[in-house]
């Protein structure tokens, strides 16, 4: 037997001087008719027929769901730019917007440049100084009107009025005594007496004069400095970390505190040429996301100890201002329309622009289905042609006599 001939496991072996042998159930074969092993390897047409519809199967499938999804995805752009309606409601916006101005620079300028507003927080007068200061984010100053902005508001904060900053040191005495009338030492009963001096309840409301007439006073929401809140909570992690508070393992509570950051009000000239608090939009403050309150908080975190924190700790966070605006600032406007936003049709133009990426995501994954259906197409193509060629013959032989 040659060298390199593969031999049938289980079959008997044929003496070398014999070219061929013959093995019961299985025919002759011969070492010339076997060949190498590479040509015993190889397959018959039709498998290699089938592998190549089975790839193009493949091919075809991964075509059409990149030709779906690329639809799909061009077609909710479409719907998000159809639905956004950008166009109009920017448009919509833009007018009533540029309206507002046009009566601002009209008339309600100079009405409000002729006020002059104070501050009183418990009896004690602090004048407030104009200030123009655009506030409007939107770039687009083609269609969108600019104009001159005017309010009112402290030259200084709030605390540095009401507890000095020479009594909020450690050396120097703090002037606030606890419940037996006594000034407490330093430690934590003059921290907690000064919690309690910051969380009392105070009158605050604005003096008016117009044209330097006589002064008229415009009450406000009497409110605290400090804010204390002691809640239950299930556990020492959420009150420190979330809401940046003390827990109390005994009584289960979490103790936060909160200080006023911002006081803005916006106020409207009646008719008889009074000068009043304006509610419109839900609230006489002037922002949309505070939800037009007159007052703004913000948190402090709670001193690990539970103790009240030293009043150093409060005079460098409590940073409120205050603001007095015309009902007629074409900003009120802007705030509502925009939700704060301060850009105008801004929701409806992300959207817009969601709807366009998502256009061209499409039209660029569109690519691969193209390419890979083409070749597919040509192949089908191609099949019926052989299909309709074989029909035909068929036909002639049959109709032969």
């Not at 037997?1 to 074969?29: K, Q």
């Not at 415009?218 to 020492?236: A, D, N």
Request: glycine share 6%; hydrophobic share 35%; net charge negative.
């Amino acid at each position: 037997m040659r060298r390199g001939v593969p031999i049938l496991p289980h079959l008997p072996v044929a003496d070398s001087g014999e070219s061929a042998t013959t093995y019961r159930g299985h025919g002759n074969f011969s070492s010339e008719d076997m060949g190498s092993s590479d040509r015993v390897s190889r397959r018959a047409p039709w498998s290699r027929r089938n592998e190549d519809e089975e790839e193009d199967n493949k091919n075809y499938c991964c075509a059409m769901t990149s030709l779906v999804g690329s639809i799909t995805l061009a077609l909710v752009g479409l719907l998000l730019i159809y639905l956004s309606d950008y166009t109009h409601v920017r448009a919509i916006q833009t007018d009533g917007y540029n309206f507002a101005v046009d009566s601002w620079t009209d008339h309600a300028l100079a009405e409000f440049n002729e006020t002059s507003w104070e501050l009183l927080i418990d009896g004690q007068a602090i004048p407030m100084v104009p200030l123009s200061e655009v506030e409007l984010k939107d770039k687009d100053t083609k269609t969108v009107e600019t104009y001159s902005p005017l309010k009112y508001v402290l030259p200084v904060d709030i605390p540095a009025l009401i507890i000095p900053t020479d009594q909020a040191s450690d050396e120097s005495p703090v002037e606030i005594f606890d419940s037996d009338g006594k000034i407490p030492a330093a430690g934590p009963d003059r921290d907690n007496a000064t919690a309690v001096e910051l969380m009392r309840v105070r009158e605050i409301s604005i003096v008016v004069r117009d044209n330097g007439g006589e002064p008229q006073t415009i009450q406000l929401e009497p409110t605290p400095l400090l804010k204390q809140f002691i809640r239950q909570s299930s556990g020492w992690k959420v009150c420190k970390y979330q809401q940046g508070g003390y827990f109390s393992g005994r009584t289960h509570s979490c103790t936060t505190y909160q200080v006023l950051d911002h006081l803005c009000v916006k106020v409207k000239r009646a008719v008889n040429g009074t000068w009043g608090l304006d509610a419109t939009y839900g609230g006489e403050g002037c922002s949309y996301i505070t939800r037009w309150s007159q007052y703004t908080w913000r948190r402090v975190n709670a001193l690990p100890n539970g103790h009240s924190p030293r009043l150093p700790e409060y005079i460098k966070r409590i940073f409120p201002s205050a603001t007095v605006r015309s009902s007629e600032d074409p900003v009120i406007l802007a705030m509502n329309l925009t939700q704060g936003k301060l850009v105008l049709a801004e929701s409806e133009g992300e959207e817009w622009a969601t709807g366009l990426i998502l256009i061209i995501i499409g039209a660029v994954t569109i690519l691969p289905a193209v390419f890979l259906a083409w070749p597919v197409y040509k192949a089908l193509r191609a099949k019926k042609r052989r299909e309709a060629y074989f029909v035909r013959q068929v036909d002639e032989v049959e109709l032969e006599p």
